[in-house]
């Protein structure tokens, strides 16, 4: 007499122990996924900051009574983000050198001294980063107002 059809508990264990390796293997590319997807949102977060600090920084050189009084001071009126930070040089645009020079980053509403860092040219780096690792730089080259 034949065995009624069935399963048995080895070809149960077998289907069992298959779908815990495909699960795994799907597991850890949706891991991979969500590990991506949160870095390309750390760097446009950092993209989106570092845009908004030189926007900012750009309308104070170039616009308003007191753009070329902050421009020759290197002079920003701004609280930078988290992890931002801004460096500025003079530019020579016969040579394209680079001549680095100190940056005062003052309160909002803080006053600007005076300063005699007046090249007719200067470029301006805003750089985001986190945890150490660069997420974002933006270079600007701004004319004396």
């Keep these: 007499m034949r ?5 048995t508990l080895v070809e149960l264990l077998i289907s069992i122990v298959l779908l815990g390796a495909l699960l795994a293997a799907v597991a850890g590319a949706v891991a ?11 760097g446009i ?5 570092a845009r908004d600090t030189m926007e900012t920084l750009r309308i104070q050189w170039t616009s308003g009574p007191t753009a070329q009084a902050a421009y020759d001071a290197n002079c920003v009126r701004i609280a930078l983000p988290d992890g931002a ?3 500025v040089g003079a530019v020579d645009p016969a ?4 001549t680095p020079q100190p940056v005062l980053v003052v309160p909002p509403a803080g006053p600007c001294p005076g300063g005699s860092y007046n090249q007719p040219l200067k470029r301006v780096q805003v750089t985001v980063a986190r945890n150490g690792r660069e997420l974002s730089r933006l270079t600007l080259d701004l004319p004396r107002p």
């Design 45 to 49: 977060n950092a993209n989106a900051q």
């Design 32 to 42: 991979t996924i969500f590990g991506a997807t949160r870095s390309a949102q750390m």
């Design 95 to 98: 040579t394209n050198t680079y």
């Design 85 to 87: 930070s801004v460096t």
């Design 3 to 7: 065995a009624p059809a069935g399963v």
